[in-house]
């Protein structure tokens, strides 16, 4: 899992936990274990949110992780063109590539480390897919789409497109070195991450090592939740333990800890977790398909205004393929 790594996290940057004599460590209300599907034209993910409930992760609406599988030469798969209104879509990939366009000319290929982040808004086209090159060799394939939403003041705003290169990434530690915390949106402490949201979140991947803890600030009026890519460890106050494919859930605090445990499998020799958050938008939410808007007239609409070619239109250059 190498996404962005560095030889030596004492040369990082720290982030000071905070103090134990004040601090509120949050308790972990649910642990949840993500189901298999697949998605687009057949590339398997985890439903990390799956059985969760809205409420408990507003500001976000849905998360897949989307592998991790070793492809043989032509089984790599992506998505097909298709629309989205409402809300933003997160692609961090931790191996391999992507390749991503959409129809107001953003996009470009996504690699270890990179996060590619969309605006939808009014409305957009786009697609994901593997380059030429990695379906004729295969290769391993690993990444995160997560989807925050929108708040109705910005849901029909204009789409963006961002793309966090892995070397844009802010690389942290924590005061002893044990892990390397890469922020990608947001704040830890004093440290700010290079993602430009609409909706205020904090997006970090976490690499703990065999048995270190992690304690870190976190705001008190926004929600937490730590998804396991790989190994073991717990979190919590409580320290509940957890494994790859699981999603813990905290309950209130303004400190967040986890923690490797001391002996790891050999395929996942550290504690890789993905840490999110954010400030709840505490609207309706309808969701459906590729949409997520505040009702069901406004998703019909949706898919009108997709069928009638106002959410922009496929790049001439695909339309002959």
Same mark, same amino acid.
Request: net charge negative; glycine share 12%; charged share 20%.
């Given at each position: =899992? ?8 004492? @040369? ?21 274990? +993500?189901?298999? *599907? ?11 949110? +799956? ?13 897949? $992780? ?26 961090? =990939? ?6 991503? $366009? ?12 990179? &996060? /590619?982040? =969309?605006? @939808? ?40 497109? $961002?793309?966090?290169? @892995? ?10 070195? *044990? ?5 990608? +949106?947001?704040?830890? *402490? ?16 976490? &690499? ?51 923690? +490797?445990?001391?002996? /790891? ?11 999110? *958050? ?14 997520? =808007? ?18 922009? $239109? ?8």
């Amino acid at each position: =899992m190498p996404a962005v790594t560095v030889e030596d996290t004492l @040369a990082l940057p720290r982030v000071d936990a905070p103090d134990p004599a004040v601090r509120t460590v949050r308790p972990v209300t649910s642990v949840t274990t +993500a189901p298999a *599907g697949l998605e687009g034209e057949g590339f398997p993910v985890r439903r990390a949110f +799956a059985g969760v409930d809205h409420a408990t992760l507003d500001p976000f609406v849905h998360m897949d $992780q989307m592998g991790e599988v070793e492809y043989a030469p032509g089984e790599p798969k992506g998505t097909p063109w298709h629309p989205h209104r409402g809300f933003e879509t997160v692609t961090y =990939m931790i191996d391999g590539t992507f390749r991503h $366009q959409d129809s107001i000319g953003g996009g470009g290929l996504i690699t270890n480390g990179d &996060t /590619q982040w =969309m605006t @939808a808004g009014a409305g957009i086209l786009h697609i994901e897919a593997p380059p030429e090159e990695l379906v004729a060799s295969g290769g391993l394939f690993h990444g995160i789409q997560l989807w925050v939403n929108l708040p109705r003041a910005n849901k029909m705003a204009a789409p963006r497109y $961002q793309d966090i290169g @892995a070397g844009h990434v802010r690389l942290l530690t924590t005061p002893d070195g *044990g892990a390397l915390l890469r922020l990608i +949106a947001g704040n830890l *402490g004093e440290h700010q991450g290079p993602g430009v949201t609409h909706t205020p979140i904090t997006l970090v991947h976490a &690499t703990v090592s065999p048995g270190a803890e992690v304690v870190l600030p976190w705001e008190a009026d926004w929600n937490a939740l730590a998804y396991v890519l790989g190994g073991d460890g717990s979190v919590g106050a409580e320290g509940r333990p957890v494994r790859t494919g699981q999603l813990a859930v905290y309950g209130a605090g303004d400190t967040l800890v986890l923690r +490797a445990s001391p002996h /790891q499998e050999a395929r996942t020799p550290q504690f890789d977790v993905l840490l999110l *958050g954010g400030r709840p938008i505490r609207e309706p939410v309808f969701a459906y398909g590729p949409f997520v =808007m505040n009702t069901r007239a406004e998703v019909a609409q949706a898919f009108e205004d997709y069928q009638a070619g106002r959410l922009g $239109q496929v790049p001439a250059e695909h339309l002959t393929r």
